[in-house]
């Protein structure tokens, strides 16, 4: 494995499962702090915004800056400010606070489409999908199939972006991960290089082989999603690792000082 | 043009539109009784129960028996009869009465899915998903895009098929028009060969082209959905007629008597 000088660390799965930090997780962030490695937090979640990520993490004892939580909806409100669209958005309620300064005022908008859940109604899709047809671009925080729930699995968002895809003849702009432009914002936001920055997550395509296809270094650890017949998928280039704690190990073995 | 020994005439768009009979369209249906060639109503539509078709034609004078309505719904119901499936019905409210016999009932079931308009919740969408997801099949009664409403476009089944379809990694089986199947019934049903059957409809795609494709003859007419820049689409071995009235004088030219 290459000399890492930044890391990204997915949230649900690798520090924390449900509001419960993993075994280590806290002290193997601590240690990477301590020896000044660049991090940002990288979560494709689109049900919760950003002000209520970070009250959860430091509820658990993490503290985590504003610049350091990298969330699709982040990158999709860059994505509108660089082509001065307004947004129209089909995502939960509770993330709409996220696009404060991007809501939908008579000027040209684009679609924006999360997980929203029980928002997902008729009259909701139909407004979205005639809206695509009068020429506003399809804007996806993320095209997930499906999420485990307690009681079975349950619709993600990109069932809903493949309908409007398929009303409107129409592809959609995908922003999260594995999204190589997802990545590269959040690299660029700790002033690396993709090839000097290292990829921690338990999701073996969304995280790890998504990071490796984007240039970076990826490491998959057995928390959270992980199960035993992802190995089979994971990318030559990737590295398996215990956890939180056994990635940080790996990942200040290679990491030159200053 | 081959000789004709049987027709079938789309509904919405060639003998009617709303609840207005098409200039010329009762004596048209009646010269084809009067000759005694058999005829086969088929439609796309999955928000009206047969009952309701059927009392609507009524009302505007035309007598249609049940054997000669040939609807996405009763070739449903033949496929889940010969699979010995009941159904888990993703469908406009109205069409349940059409799927009375093939109900729920704790043995193996089908997802139905057709235009269920604001029936397609979140949560009726995810129950469909996870019966899919535990090995359900899916059977979609068309996959119509979009259709147009007195305010704009609106979305048919074929976005919410997609979702399924992209959610569950598996395919649907597609019951109405253009599947070749749904004309093949219907022309069984007439006791012809395809070859000597004609297909009347005013969509150039999903009824004459086809039509064509599954190996009937097919007459486009210019009323209903029809729009100029449709003939440019026409199959070649298509032919373009104003209404039902010349469609009928051109097949009664055609029809060997006895």
Not at 180 to 193: E, K
Not at 233 to 256: E, F, M, N, Y
């Amino acid at each position: 494995m290459a000399v890492a000088r930044g890391v990204l660390l997915d949230l649900d799965g690798v520090l924390y499962v449900g509001d419960a930090l993993l075994p280590g997780a806290g002290e193997a962030l601590a240690r990477l702090r301590g020896r000044g490695v660049p991090v940002r937090f990288v979560t494709n979640t689109t049900r919760r915004p950003r002000r209520a990520i970070r009250a959860g993490l430091s509820a658990m004892g993490l503290a985590v800056r504003e610049d350091e939580l990298v969330t699709p909806a982040r990158a999709a409100c860059a994505w509108l400010k660089e082509r001065a669209l307004s947004s129209h958005l089909l995502v939960h309620p509770d993330l709409e606070e996220d696009f404060a300064d991007f809501r939908a005022d008579g000027e040209a908008a684009a679609v924006v489409i999360g997980d929203a859940g029980d928002g997902f109604t008729y009259g909701a899709l139909n407004r979205a999908f005639r809206l695509l047809m009068s020429g506003a671009p399809l804007l996806a925080l993320a095209k997930n199939r499906y999420f485990r729930e307690a009681d079975g699995l349950s619709l993600d968002a990109g069932p809903f972006v493949a309908a409007l895809e398929f009303a409107s003849g129409r592809r959609a702009e995908v922003i999260g991960k594995p999204t190589p432009g997802f990545f590269h914002a959040a690299v660029a936001g700790l002033g690396c290089r993709p090839e000097d920055t290292i990829m921690v997550g338990d999701d073996v395509e969304s995280d790890v082989n998504g990071a490796i296809a984007a240039g970076l270094q990826g490491i998959l650890v057995r928390t959270g999603k992980f199960r035993e017949e992802d190995t089979g998928q994971l990318d030559p280039k990737g590295v398996l690792v215990s956890d939180i704690g056994a990635a940080v190990d790996r990942i200040l073995a290679t990491t030159t000082d200053g």
